[in-house]
């Protein structure tokens, strides 16, 4: 579904991507690992052309997302991108923002939309808040929202970048249920993440990452137990 080929990104003289190769097979899920400043959330927004790709290639569903002729606004609604920080509209309720885009975007009729978002928003255990605004939720609770509103442009890929950092502790499990439901369900993912009990229970395959490269790929399995890449032991006896 996606491949990147001799990807390098550059911010002026700093060389933050070098050389990164990596697929993604359909209904796989990835989970990228590594230290902060790494590359890790470069790498997830030129998946989405967030950041303009210095050199290489990312092929996304057989098209060159380095095309100029490339069309962001479709590519970016097959890619569903979910943050840290939930960047909800704030002056919408729950509801609208779910309806949105689909409304505006793909022009789908409001009694539609709105139909799809209540189904979301059930499968994200937040019916009842649908006509809450964000801030009268909780930080796990806008989190979910967050994900049911990307989920509800209907894309092909999900693409997470640490949706749990900014929560508090005991919100981090209801993200990270909605996230495995979601994998367990057939979704494609690439997941930026520290939560490593979530890295092997539902990663397919571990990228680990440093400075700008990726220093191994692996299963969960092989990765946790067995890491090779001196670095990898080192980030692993850190935060295990
Ligand atoms: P990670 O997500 O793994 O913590 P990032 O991809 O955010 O790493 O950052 C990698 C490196 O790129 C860091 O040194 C960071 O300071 C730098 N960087 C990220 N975004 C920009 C930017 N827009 N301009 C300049 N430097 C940036
Ligand atoms: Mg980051």
């Given at each position: 579904m996606i491949s990147v080929q001799s990807l390098y990104k550059s911010f002026n003289q700093l060389e933050v991507l070098?050389?990164?190769?990596?697929?993604?097979?359909?209904?796989?899920?990835?989970?990228i690992i590594g230290p902060s400043g790494s590359g890790k959330s470069t790498l997830l927004r030129c998946m989405n052309l967030l950041e303009t790709?210095?050199?290489?290639?990312?092929?996304?569903?057989?098209?060159s997302l380095v095309n100029k002729k490339v069309n962001i606004d479709k590519l970016r609604e097959k890619m569903g991108m979910?943050?840290?920080?939930?960047?909800?509209?704030?002056?919408?309720?729950?509801?609208?923002?779910?309806?949105?885009?689909p409304i505006k975007v793909k022009k789908i009729p409001k009694p539609e939309a709105e139909q799809v978002a209540?189904?979301?928003?059930?499968?994200v255990?937040?019916?009842e808040k649908a006509d809450n605004f964000p801030s009268q939720l909780s930080g796990g609770q806008k989190q979910r929202v967050a994900i049911?509103?990307?989920?509800?442009?209907?894309?092909?890929?999900?693409?997470?970048?640490?949706?749990?950092?900014?929560?508090?502790?005991?919100?981090?499990?209801?993200?990270?249920?909605?996230?495995?439901?979601?994998?367990?369900?057939?979704?494609?993912?690439?997941?930026?993440?520290?939560?490593?009990g979530f890295a092997r229970e539902v990663g397919d395959r571990i990228v680990f990452m440093d400075e700008g490269q990726i220093?191994?790929?692996?299963?969960?399995?092989?990765?946790?137990?067995?890491p090779q890449h001196p670095r990898a032991q080192e980030f692993l006896s850190k935060v295990l």
């Open positions: 070098k050389d990164i190769n990596l697929d993604v097979a359909s209904g796989e899920v990835v989970v790709p210095t050199k290489g290639d990312i092929i996304f569903e057989g098209t979910v943050f840290q920080h939930f960047n909800l509209f704030p002056h919408k309720s729950i509801l609208n923002n779910l309806t949105l885009s209540r189904n979301l928003l059930e499968k255990g937040l019916a049911a509103r990307a989920l509800a442009m209907q894309p092909d890929v999900m693409l997470f970048d640490e949706p749990t950092s900014a929560l508090d502790p005991e919100m981090v499990k209801e993200v990270l249920q909605v996230m495995k439901d979601l994998a367990f369900e057939g979704m494609t993912m690439v997941v930026v993440t520290h939560e490593m220093l191994e790929v692996a299963t969960p399995q092989q990765f946790f137990q067995n």
